[in-house]
């Protein structure tokens, strides 16, 4: 399983938004670009993603941008990364999907993925976009550059 840059920046957007939240004044994408090293041009296309989901909501005019609609403690690094990148299955048999593998019932291993599977995805949920951003604060960093 490796996270892709679509989950990692989607990531590192919304950690953007909630570090700069200064009097709750929207975040421009040319900032969040600038500040991530990331194109513009991709972090529009990601941030569809993150609005569709309710992670962000627009703001229109002349000191317009993009402000967290939840706050940092209700949104799990997990929703983020499944709603970036899909269900988190480190195989395909652990997704809720039926008939992936017509010998699930059988297979032996298929317990011993499942209980992985879970452990990543609690890791995952044990996380919270304000806890990266206490990371962020107590590592006293001047430039996000973290990986997941």
């Not at 950690?15 to 929207?26: T, V």
């Not at 990148?85 to 017509?102: K, Q, W, Y």
């Amino acid at each position: 399983m490796k996270i892709s840059t679509k989950g990692r920046y989607g990531l590192r957007i919304l950690l953007d938004i909630a570090l700069y939240r200064i009097g709750n004044k929207p975040r421009m994408i040319r900032e969040i670009a600038n500040n991530q090293e990331i194109s513009e041009k991709y972090i529009s296309r990601l941030i569809i993603e993150l609005r569709k989901a309710g992670f962000v909501k627009s703001v229109r005019g002349a000191n317009g941008g993009y402000t967290l609609t939840r706050r940092p403690e209700d949104i799990s690094v997990l929703e983020v990364l499944e709603v970036m990148e899909g269900p988190i299955a480190i195989v395909d048999c652990t997704s809720s999907a039926e008939g992936i593998c017509h010998r699930k019932s059988l297979c032996p291993a298929q317990r011993m993925w499942a209980e992985i599977n879970q452990k990543i995805r609690s890791a995952f949920a044990a996380y919270t976009l304000k806890d990266l951003v206490e990371l962020y604060v107590s590592n006293g960093e001047t430039v996000i550059d973290y990986c997941i």
